[in-house]
């Protein structure tokens, strides 16, 4: 049964390993430059609180050269959707052109080739996205070292969430394709479904998954320490002069660096920030990855379920 | 070949949602008879296929293929069965070699030997991927991977409803030589009558998901009669034999009918009916009181 | 070795065509005694059909005293057809004729006469409802 599932499956694990080598090769040599630049630069050297203006320069420098990369990486955390969602797609193949009543004709009972064919997929999401990390993680580390990885796309690939991710697309196909019967269009909507969850998540549940710190400061000294590396949810300046806010998006968002005005009259005389700091990573992480990983298994349970009993 | 039925049913159902596609079901099919399942489409042929191999499971009543639960005992059940699904699905990207592997993967009785042999007197390459073979070939692949289990009971849906003639009458000689050799039952379904006479000795007629007729195809044939005369009314034929199918013209009365002994009414022509107008009759056709036969039938077919 | 063929149009069951082609075969000299009849399986592989009806036929045959079967070894042909005495076939034309001439007076033509004989000669005849 394990030869036979990894024969039909054949096509579509080349699928989703290719997409990871794709990963790999445009990944491997920007990453190395990175790295290269980043030690050559001596910016390691730079981290801490108090910067030269040399550090600075060379910050910007390595910041700009390298950010329309770093943006477009963003992008990436789709993949462990699209790998999920391209996952499910023999399973619900067979549905689809009625080859399972072959295999359940043979000798072999419902539940065991069931458990087979899902353990496979499953597997295998899990080992792609160990993966992904491992790749995203090692890429990353000049940016890491320098805003931290808190910051939406970097906190996306890097954590265990991406576990979660992948399962739950690979869920998600797999509950929506044994009822539908339908490969292509399951995998689809699965995918659609994936990217609404994601920005669901992203915009509005992860920050209630652990309350964020609030601070407070004058504006004349230092910023709170944890403040550095975190992630910012909104800052407010208050007080006589100019008033602004800034926030951060789920998307492309950036460190907290507060560029306060000089010249344009007093300034303002008090700083407010509600921020989720780097000590909250492996919380937020945890939180975030029970959940996907929770919906994906009960998801997984209801196409196993709907398949033994309801399929004909 | 033992003496028990290869397939029993009783009171057998099935209920999709508010529709029952198969009702009150009680058949039993003699070990090594070459059985036809005939009715139109949506008749319950399918139903009642897919709940003889344990695909679905029984709304009411039960059925047994050679003495186990196919659903609930198929361990035991199914290395002694074949089925060949409708449009004999099969993995189109495995090669024929392929698709004979996962035969004997996953079959414990799986008889290589007669998987390469059926393969080569077909003369079909080993490498050649199964999406690319003709709908005959297709069929034929399907059906080695179906005896090459060496089954007691091979079981085919509407084997030949998508295959030309030649395909047809090549698959059919497959299925009757290994009958030949090993005694094995087959049952398969069909809603083409011509040519049943030909290949099976046993009927089952299935119409608006209920049995309509079951029984040896010899008796049947012995036992009906057409009888032709000049216009009358059938109930005094009606009192001793069952009419199955009534039509009149001007002139003429024609009764097709079911006797329970020999017709001694001298004002009839009395003919032997050939068995597709038998099951044609019993599928309601040519009757001008068509739905109430049915209902009569019923009652009394079983 | 006789290779059968089935007319599935013509009414006649399968078993009876079988029987007939090996009569017929028999009497035009292609069968001879010790010949051996197709097996079972060559006959079902050939035509498709249901092998109980070869049995059926070779018992029929048997049964007629032209066949025997040789457990392990197939059925084989074991006496001839009696041939029909010469004299009696020419008492049976003269006969034929004149009841033709009689036909013909009546106003039947040949279509008519063959009708009126395939009709007579078989008991009871199968319907063909159209």
Redesign the interface.
Known sequence: MIWVTWRQQRTETLIAGGILVLIAALLLPTGITMAHAYHHDGLAACLGTNPSFSCHVAIGGFQSRFQPLFSLLNWFTLIPGLIGVVLAAPFVHELENGTYRLAWTQSITRRRWIAIKLAVPIAAAILIAAVLIVLTTWWRAPFVHLNGRMETGTYDSEGTVVFGYTLFALALALAIGVVWRRAVAAITIAFVGYFIARIFVDTWLRDRLVAPLKATWKASSAQPADLAHARVISELGTGPGISFKTGSGPLGSHAAHIAIPRGLGQGPATMHAVYQPPSHFWPLQGFETGIFVGVALLLIAFAAWWTHERTA | MNEHPALQAAGLGKRYGSKWALEDCTLEIPAGS?TALVGPNGAGKTTLLQLAVGLSEPTTGTVRVLGHSPRDEAVSVLPKIGFVAQEHPLYRGFSIKETLKLGQKLNPSWDDRVALDRIERLGLPLRQKVGTLSGGQQAQVALTLALAKRPQLLFLDEPVASLDPLAR?EF??SV??V???TGMTVVLSSHIV??L?????HLVILARAHTQLVGPIDEIVAGHR?L?GPRADSAAIARMHDVIRESHTERQT?LLVRANGHVYDSSWQ?????LE?IVLAYLGY?SDRGAAHAAAREAVAR | MIEFH?D?RS?VP?YLQLVQQVKQSLRLGILQPGDQLPT??EV???????????LKAYRELDLDGLVEGRRGQGTFVSSDLPPVPPDDVKALRTSLQRWIERARAAGLDEDNMSALFADTVRP??????A
Do not use: H, W, Y
């Open positions: 070459v009458r059919m000689q009757m030589e009958v030949s050799d011509a040519d006479e030909r290949v099976c000795d057409l032709v024609t009395v003919l032997e009916v050939d107008e040519g | 089935l599935s009414g399968t079972v399986k079902v592989g050939s035509l498709a059909i249901n092998p109980n009806t070869v009871p005849a199968v319907s063909r409802v």
